[in-house]
């Protein structure tokens, strides 16, 4: 059974698109503040980490929990509802070069692993008008750094260093080869034919 430690509708599209289904999804109720001058990798590595241990496993599940974020430097662009945070985040993005970090965990019995990917784009120099235009939709309410790379913001992006399905929030070939050494198969969810 495959459990989905996330409400993420990017996350379940993710692994949709290669043919891994949820058998569950559920949404870990965790405090995600972080602590004082705690680095970029060791707070996105604690929230999946703390996503994980909150959620029980049932028999012989496999549970993912994930968490992303996007930093500049040691400052973390937090997810926000706020559109004048998100213009804020989206000009201080603009022609500069950052980090999405995802990290994420499979439980399985007794078998835990944690890994880290992250993935260096730079935006391209976009103008207040552009940001406002971005901004009348609503693509970038509650992400990492206000926008969403698989919607109209991939126009921003004219280099992208890495994995690019790590930036809309899982690491697909990492996590394959993480379900494929702990064991993991179905029927429904082969991710042995998967690629």
């Not at 509708?9 to 705690?38: C, F, M, Q, T």
């Not at 965990?105 to 007794?110: A, D, F, I, N």
């Not at 970038?140 to 004219?158: D, E, H, N, T």
Request: net charge positive; glycine share 8%.
């Amino acid at each position: 059974m495959l459990v989905l430690g996330s409400s993420s509708v990017a996350r379940k599209g993710l692994l949709y698109s290669i043919g891994l289904i949820p058998d569950e999804i559920l949404s870990p109720k965790i405090d995600e503040n972080k602590k004082k001058k705690e680095l970029p990798l060791c707070y996105v590595k604690r929230m999946a980490i703390e996503k994980s241990m909150a959620l029980g496993l049932v028999g012989d599940s496999y549970l993912i929990t994930a968490d992303t974020i996007v930093s500049m430097g040691r400052e973390v662009l937090d997810k926000t509802n706020n559109r004048d945070l998100a213009k804020t985040h989206l000009r201080r993005l603009s022609g500069r070069r950052h980090n999405v970090y995802t990290s994420f965990c499979v439980r399985h019995q007794g078998l835990f692993r944690n890994e880290t990917v992250i993935t260096q784009l730079k935006m391209k120099t976009i103008s207040d008008q552009e940001i406002d235009e971005y901004l009348t939709g609503e693509e970038w309410l509650g992400k990492a750094g206000s926008y969403s790379i698989q919607g109209r913001a991939l126009s921003f992006f004219p280099f992208i260093s890495g994995c690019f399905s790590n930036v809309v929030g899982l690491p697909l070939p990492k996590l394959i080869n993480v379900l494929r050494t702990m064991g993991f198969y179905s029927r429904k969810n082969d991710c042995r034919n998967i690629y």
